[in-house]
């Protein structure tokens, strides 16, 4: 089986660059964003998400070169369950161990089957994971904010910078399946 989707072209870019500058494509920035309120933004969200999953078009692509609503759902549901991970991680990890292994987006979209997925059963998913992410920045403590994790790329994230880059794929996202 083919691990890419011919008909998307792969999303290679380096996302860092929206810590320091606005995401022209959604208008987020990292400066408006309360690390310590993404919990209850990602909570404020999953009604959208749902309702996003409810259409009975979900599964269709406006282009076919761009993914469809449930494709970009699954994405994130995937990414919640990724990112509650790697903050599991720079919270228990030795100081400055904290490694982020690399994970190809579109090879999972393709291998776990984004396009067939049932929108019901990703909303559920979608919901569980993104209470259980929420739960884990309301569980951050006070001095663990400047905690780092590195990506395999190194780039380097600190618990605050973490949560806001994360926020910018869940609400650029968001600006994706509502335009």
């Not at 072209?9 to 993404?38: H, I, M, N, S």
């Not at 982020?100 to 049932?118: K, M, S």
């Not at 006070?142 to 905690?147: F, L, M, P, Q, T």
């Amino acid at each position: 089986m083919s691990t890419v989707d011919e008909s998307i072209v792969p999303d290679d870019k380096d996302w860092t660059w929206v810590l320091q500058e606005p995401c022209a494509e959604c208008g987020f920035r990292a400066e408006d964003v309360d690390p310590r309120g993404v919990a209850d933004l990602v909570r404020a969200c999953l009604p959208r998400w749902q309702q996003v999953l409810a259409r009975p078009d979900a599964a269709a692509r406006r282009r076919p070169d761009v993914w469809s609503d449930l494709e970009y759902a699954c994405h994130v549901r995937d990414v919640l369950v990724l990112f509650a991970e790697r903050l599991r991680l720079m919270l228990t990890a030795d100081e400055g161990e904290a490694r982020f292994a690399n994970w190809d987006q579109d090879a999972t979209a393709v291998e776990q089957r984004y396009a067939e997925q049932d929108p019901a059963v990703v909303a559920r998913e979608l919901t569980a994971a993104g209470e259980h992410l929420a739960e884990a920045f309301d569980a951050v403590p006070s001095d663990a904010w400047g905690r780092v994790g590195l990506r395999s790329d190194g780039s380097v994230f600190t618990v605050e910078t973490f949560a806001q880059y994360f926020w910018h794929d869940v609400a650029h996202h968001l600006v994706d399946v509502d335009g």
